[in-house]
């Protein structure tokens, strides 16, 4: 127990001093000291794992590693540390306060693998339950199944003591639904074809002017960490894409799409349009490309490189014929390598996209690799 906090004390030293003041890194020795296994653990996130916090000293990739180099079971610490985004009601993307629905209600998708273990679970539009990574979780341990969806999955969790609220927009989304609303419907209805394309051509306003960040407009956070055993774990949890159809679920919750996990070979998760994800598998095509012998980095853009072939409709391709959309991938092997992998190098015009990492060092953004230059516009 007193060998806990010590090491959770020399995580707290390291982000803040450590590394700055030059001096060598306690938390390297600690973890030497802590890798039996001869893997260096490690944390990966989109970037939202670094930025958000909730009021809290710790961002979600630090958390998990804490828990994870302090033998904690590597899935529930990486719960632990997407709880803090789900709860956060600053990240508009995730959990209380994500984005709702085109009816403004807030639907949420996620899922969880075990890899140890050879378990997943996942719940798909639910509603009401500011952290769906625990109700995936309860799927994987309380039921034969891998999915439950809607009322159901609402039902189920209120049954496993989760408490359901009515609603799980923040006043911030609710305003922003409501602007996204009244561009979209000024007479109700238009024809299912106009109003789709309506609806995104409303959120691409909006974030063109400044209203919403692109990556709010997407947005979730996947995390996947390793521990000195080998051992590989990985969650993705989601308001999915912002006021989409109601009852729309996105890669997240789906195995192979939003998350695969294969406790042998790696893991991978995804951020970005969930629709390119599920349609090519990708998470699961990555582990497989990592079982055959691929490094995270050209696993990822083997992925990247079937969903640009894949893309060929024209209304998701910009003008130079490219996909219009951003994916992004986060990737662990086996033995602990690791990297963030994405369709562009840009967000938007100069703002490279980055992902969180957490090693011994302690937390960073790190430079993700890109199939393609420049952004998705
Ligand atoms: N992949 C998520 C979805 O399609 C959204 C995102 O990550 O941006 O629901």
């Not at 006043?171 to 309506?198: C, G, N, V």
Request: with cysteine; proline share 4%; aromatic share 6%.
């Amino acid at each position: 127990m007193k060998n806990k906090i010590d090491r959770r004390k020399f995580l707290i030293g390291t982000s803040a001093i450590g590394l700055a003041s030059g001096i060598a890194n306690p938390l390297q020795a600690q973890t030497r000291k802590i890798i039996k296994g001869g893997i260096k653990p490690v944390v990966v996130a989109s970037d939202n794992g670094y930025t958000m916090k909730n009021g809290g000293k710790f961002n979600c990739v630090e958390t998990a590693f804490n828990k994870i180099i302090n033998d904690d079971d590597v899935l529930d610490a990486l719960i632990e540390g997407v709880n803090i985004v789900e709860l956060d009601p600053l990240d508009a993307s995730v959990g209380y306060g994500g984005r709702p629905n085109a009816e403004g209600i807030v639907q949420l998708d996620a899922c969880c693998m075990h890899g140890p273990k050879k378990q997943a679970g996942g719940v798909g539009a639910l509603e009401g339950i500011r952290t769906p990574s625990l109700v995936a979780k309860a799927v994987m341990e309380n039921t034969d199944h891998h999915l439950l969806v809607g009322k159901g999955a609402q039902d189920f969790a209120k049954n496993m003591g989760f408490k359901v609220e009515d609603d799980l927009n923040t006043e911030s989304s609710r305003e922003m639904w409501l602007d996204w609303k009244r561009r979209i419907d000024p007479k109700h209805y238009l024809d299912p074809q106009k109003r789709d394309l309506a609806g995104r051509n409303a959120a691409m306003e909006m974030i063109n002017e400044g209203l919403i960040p692109k990556n709010e407009y997407y947005g979730t956070i996947n995390c996947n960490g390793i521990n000195t055993n080998g051992d590989l774990c990985g969650v993705t949890t989601t308001s999915g894409i912002a006021w989409k159809m109601p009852s729309r679920v996105g890669d997240s919750p789906i195995l192979g799409a939003g998350l695969y996990v294969d406790g042998e070979h790696g893991a991978a998760g995804s951020t970005g349009r969930g629709e390119a994800n599920i349609f090519n598998l990708c998470s699961y095509l990555i582990v497989e490309e990592m079982r055959n012998g691929a490094h995270p980095i050209d696993a990822g853009m083997t992925a990247l490189k079937r969903i640009k072939e894949n893309t060929i409709e024209k209304r998701l391709l910009n003008s130079r014929n490219q996909p219009n959309f951003d994916v992004i991938f986060y990737i662990i092997d086996k033995t602990g390598r690791y990297a963030g992998v994405s369709l562009y190098a840009e967000t938007s015009k100069d703002k490279p996209f980055q992902y969180a990492v957490c090693t011994e060092n302690g937390s960073t953004l790190s430079k993700i690799e890109p199939l393609l230059e420049g952004n998705s516009a």
